[in-house]
């Protein structure tokens, strides 16, 4: 069971379907619950990460979806990973941070 396995913290999991990585989310919070929220939607397995903080399961959410193709369509949350709204989150492979964009002037 997810309770039973699965911490009160922040962190990242996958969903799997026929043991293919399909979807890739996060909790800025509460990874237990996060992931029964998905447990109706058929997935096969998961399996997760925890995170020190929500800043650190953004970025490592961000660095899995991309590698896993998520920016390529290749899994069901075709949109990017939501940022927390917190000052300074940032995706550390598509986006620079804004002090290096204002060094390089864009």
Do not use: M
Request: overall charge neutral.
């Amino acid at each position: 069971a997810v309770s039973v396995l699965v911490p009160k913290a922040p962190g990242v999991y996958l969903l799997c379907r026929r043991s293919n990585i399909r979807y890739v989310g996060r909790s800025d919070y509460n990874l237990q619950s996060r992931l029964a929220s998905h447990s109706h939607e058929g997935y096969d397995h998961f399996c997760f990460v925890p995170a020190a903080t929500y800043q650190n399961a953004y970025e490592l959410e961000c660095k899995i979806w991309h590698e896993l193709g998520g920016d390529r369509g290749l899994l069901e949350n075709v949109l990017h990973p939501a940022k927390f709204l917190a000052l300074g989150s940032w995706c550390p492979v598509c986006e620079a941070s804004p002090l290096l964009k204002t060094l390089l002037g864009q």
